[in-house]
């Protein structure tokens, strides 16, 4: 088998939310995401938004009657007891500077953690869901730009 033809890199992860408009202006004021796109699924009354922040897409469905996630999924310790998703990582250089700057934006920060095999910081977005960043400051090339770009 070919391994080029399975050559893959994430294109999003999607999230249930119950106030799309609410979600979008988080995700936009915590995290810096813009709206891509927007749309509705035809016969299924759900709005999703397509966010978008550099390469990396969060795509976030508003369907009417939705339930919300039970309540383990709010703790990264209790979260993988339940089978399904359950969370995106977005790699960073500095946990702790992101962490700090998601808590002057807001952000309810589980916690941020060193571990043996590195640090990682998990927030919880307006929802509830959680997010993880993961520090690999020696994987990635992460280079600062200017918020006009």
């Not at 202006?25 to 915590?30: E, G, H, L, P, V």
């Not at 550099?54 to 979260?79: I, M, Q, T, W, Y």
Request: glycine share 6%.
């Amino acid at each position: 088998m070919n391994d080029v033809a399975l050559a893959m890199r994430l294109h999003h992860g999607a999230v249930i939310v119950a106030d799309l408009d609410a979600s979008i202006d988080w995700y936009r004021s915590i995290l810096g995401f813009e709206v891509e796109r927007r749309f509705e699924i035809p016969g299924q009354h759900t709005e999703v938004a397509m966010l978008k922040h550099g390469d990396l897409r969060v795509e976030l469905f508003d369907a009417r009657g939705s339930k919300p996630a039970h309540p383990d999924r709010r703790d990264p310790n209790s979260d993988f007891r339940t089978q399904g998703n359950l969370h995106f990582a977005f790699a960073v250089a500095d946990v702790k500077a992101v962490a700090a700057i998601l808590r002057e934006r807001g952000a309810e920060i589980v916690w941020v953690r060193d571990f043996d095999f590195g640090s990682n910081a998990f927030i919880r977005d307006n929802a509830g869901n959680l997010i993880e960043f993961v520090e690999q400051k020696d994987r990635l090339d992460f280079r600062t730009r200017s918020t006009e770009e």
